[in-house]
């Protein structure tokens, strides 16, 4: 079986690398290549995405820019990716199955299977439509997206959503049949994100993930302003210098620690009491799969994507988004080190028996040879 994945619009295998994900991302691909499925990853990269075939031997790598040169300017490289499917021809032309990474870039996919009459599964890791009506955008952008989404949603032989409200969202929006969707929840390497011995850093929150205003980190520092508390970041984002500027002018103790790599998450983890994420909204988070993989008590908003994850007070505190309602939630848990072992087992069953790897490659093929 040959499976061509197109990468969300823009991404190469150094974008991942550059962003720590890099083994996170494809940690998937090379579990359903060693049960005989050959991949090839077709990114917007140029020749520096060659640097990685030793470090992911079976799978084939096809940069758009190494076959093409890079446009200059964003209309022209748009435009220019509606040639992909033409460039590789001959590749797509012998797939069984196209797969899209995210709904950004899928357009490629869809060309490739009207073109070629190939199978095409949409993958959607959060729901871009979903995002996109809750963000500060353009209507024409809003448009466009939307018609995006419609066109690969009606054209996708099988549609792979990483949430049950990604799925209703879906299905209301687009008239789409519940037949053609699949929900499998974002995977998590148990094996890597895993409890580990370690001293706890006392009164010390974690949160994980970009400096955004999706993410309502201003209501998390007003959460803890005031308190003994300190707040450590992983992650960067266009809010950081206000960020920064928020805290210093209201003496609230945050330490912004960059980004981390995936893989050295797990230790950085297991040293906190809790993680935190107080998110307007949120697809199928795996930030906060990951520390609950990791045995950690959990604090998410309850909002969707959230919701479907946390069972309050069973594997983790689902809280508002209000500054208030947040500052409760971490007082119920901080100093409680017996809830915080409790939850953090509730989070660990959760993760092995909905999201593991194992079961993600398992849940991965029989989507495939249900196509085939």
């Known amino acids: 079986m040959n499976l061509i994945l197109f990468f969300t619009y823009g991404v190469s295998l150094r974008t991942w690398d550059e962003k720590g994900l890099l083994d996170r ?27 990685y075939k030793d470090r992911l031997p079976d799978i084939e790598i096809l940069p758009f820019y190494a076959f093409t040169r890079r446009p200059s300017f ?7 990716s509606l040639l992909l499917p033409f460039i590789i021809r001959n590749k797509v032309k012998n797939a069984d199955i196209l797969k899209t990474n995210q709904l950004s870039g899928s357009w490629a996919a869809v060309i490739g299977k009207l073109l070629y009459r190939k199978k095409l599964i949409v993958r959607c890791g959060y729901e871009w439509y979903k995002f996109v009506t ?3 955008v353009s209507l024409p952008r809003k448009l466009a997206v939307f018609f995006a989404e419609w066109l690969a949603y009606r054209t996708a032989d099988r549609i792979i959503l990483s949430s049950h409200g990604d799925r209703e969202f879906v299905l209301s929006k687009f008239r789409i049949k519940n037949s053609k969707i699949t929900v499998n929840y974002n995977f998590i390497d148990t094996g890597l994100f895993k409890p ?3 001293d706890i850093k006392k009164d010390h929150l974690l949160y994980i993930g970009r400096l955004s205003r999706q993410k309502n980190l201003f209501s998390l520092f007003d959460a803890i302003k005031g308190s003994a508390w300190t707040l450590d970041i992983i992650g960067d984002g266009e809010l950081e210098a206000e960020l920064t500027g928020y805290a210093r002018a209201n003496n609230i103790r945050v330490n912004f620690l960059g980004r981390v790599a995936n893989n050295k998450l797990p230790e950085i983890i297991n040293q906190y009491p809790l993680v935190i994420l107080p998110s307007c909204y949120e697809g199928n988070p795996k930030v906060l799969l990951e520390a609950m993989s990791c045995g950690c ?37 901080i100093n409680d080190k017996e809830l915080q072992e409790r939850l953090g087992r509730g989070a660990r069953l959760f993760v092995e028996e909905n999201c593991s790897i194992e079961a993600a490659v398992k849940r991965e093929l029989s989507v495939y040879k249900g196509l085939t």
């Open 25 to 51: 991302e494809v940690l998937l691909y090379q579990k359903i290549a060693k049960d005989g499925v050959r991949v090839t990853f077709v990114t917007y990269g140029d020749e520096g995405d060659y640097a």
């Open 74 to 80: 964003r209309i022209l490289t748009f435009l220019h």
């Open 134 to 136: 809750k963000e500060a």
């Open 196 to 198: 580990i011995t370690s």
């Open 297 to 333: 008590a959990v604090i998410g908003a309850d909002v969707d994507g959230i919701r479907e994850i946390i069972k309050n007070n069973v594997n983790g505190v689902l809280c508002g988004t209000n500054a208030e309602s947040i500052k409760g939630a971490i007082e119920g848990i």
